[in-house]
């Protein structure tokens, strides 16, 4: 994957190396520790993260069970992936669901991360899954965000409920999930306004709409190509709204995934999906351990 093609080569060149060794000495596996610290500082994972990372795998790594083993080289290796997909989140965190439906989900992020082409892509990827979903046009204030879903919503035979963009977005949100229930629709995904930063005024309007629809989901939309940003931004929705789970946009880009590698751990809330292309069937759900082996080739 592009976004990971950078630590993806460096890591392989560093495990080349100790692969090839028949023994390992403790100073084999510092060398190689330092190697991989550099390599997950320079994608841009958090220094914190790393500094974790690195300690945890060190504890593992330097033990006499390693040093004694045939294959140290590549016993480490495992030990490697092992703790990058339990920092990625361990297991893959489904979509919560509603006893009761419809599943409300809410669609949170800065303007220009993704959130409505993601909006479109989650409603084809429910529609696979033979659900029904509506998609609600809340927000009001990027010129064309409403006419964009639409436009997506065509394209791939979903309804899309909006007031146009003179209404409340709370409104909005209330009523179109008033539709859902009418047309028995069994998700609901609420696309709302995101902001160039994160500012007060928005935070309180995505605050009232929770309040108001009650969401299963409130998923983050982040745009992994905003590197070390991109975490900042996790942190301060998930302070403010609690979320459910992430979304990482853009791992088709050719900038440093190291966002995707710290946001699991600086917010504790797991990636669910990764979207990696403009189409819009260009998303995942996120599996830590196959992105693990894909980061460690
Ligand atoms: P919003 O302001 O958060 O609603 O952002 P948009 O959904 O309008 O997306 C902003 C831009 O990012 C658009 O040009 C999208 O086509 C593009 N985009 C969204 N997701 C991806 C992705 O996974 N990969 C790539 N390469 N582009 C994406």
Redesign the pocket.
């Known amino acids: 994957m592009a976004a990971f093609e950078g630590l993806s080569n460096r890591l392989q060149n560093v495990f080349g190396k100790l692969k090839g060794k028949g023994k390992v000495s403790e100073n084999d596996v510092k060398e190689a520790m330092r190697e991989v610290r550099l390599a997950l500082l320079e994608a841009d994972v958090n220094f914190k993260v790393v500094k974790d990372f690195i300690n945890k795998v060190k504890e593992k790594a330097i033990g006499q069970e390693v040093m004694k083993s045939f294959t140290p080289g590549m016993v480490i290796i495992d030990i490697v992936n092992k703790e990058l997909t339990s920092l990625m989140g361990e297991t893959h965190s489904k979509l919560n669901k509603s006893n009761k439906p419809p599943t409300v989900i809410m669609m949170a ?11 479109g ?1 989650l409603a084809k990827y429910l529609q696979k899954q033979n659900h029904k979903p509506l998609l609600i046009a809340a ?1 009001i204030y ?1 010129p064309a ?1 409403i006419k ?1 879903l639409q436009i997506l919503g065509e394209q791939i035979d979903t309804p899309v409920f909006s007031l146009g963009d003179k209404a409340n977005p709370v409104e909005i949100a209330k009523q179109g999930l008033q539709q859902a229930k009418e047309n028995h629709n069994d998700y609901v995904i609420i ?1 709302t306004a ?1 902001r160039l930063h994160i500012d007060e005024d928005l935070m309180n309007e995505l605050k009232d709409i929770k309040e108001t629809v009650k969401p299963d989901e409130v998923l983050l ?1 982040v ?1 992994s190509m905003t590197g070390q940003d991109a975490v900042n931004v996790a942190e301060s929705f998930n302070q403010q709204l609690e979320l459910t789970g992430v979304v990482l ?5 050719d900038t440093r995934g190291g966002a995707a590698l710290s946001v699991k751990a600086v917010t504790g809330k797991p990636i669910k999906f990764a ?4 189409k819009i069937d ?2 995942e759900p996120f599996y830590p351990d196959r992105m693990a082996s894909r980061i460690l080739g």
Do not use: F, P
């Not at 946009?249 to 880009?253: A, I, N, V, Y």
């Open positions: 992020g800065l303007q220009g991360a993704g959130k409505t082409t993601t909006t892509k927000d990027r965000a964009q696309d995101g939309v745009d946009t853009k791992l088709d880009g979207a990696m292309g403009e260009a998303l």
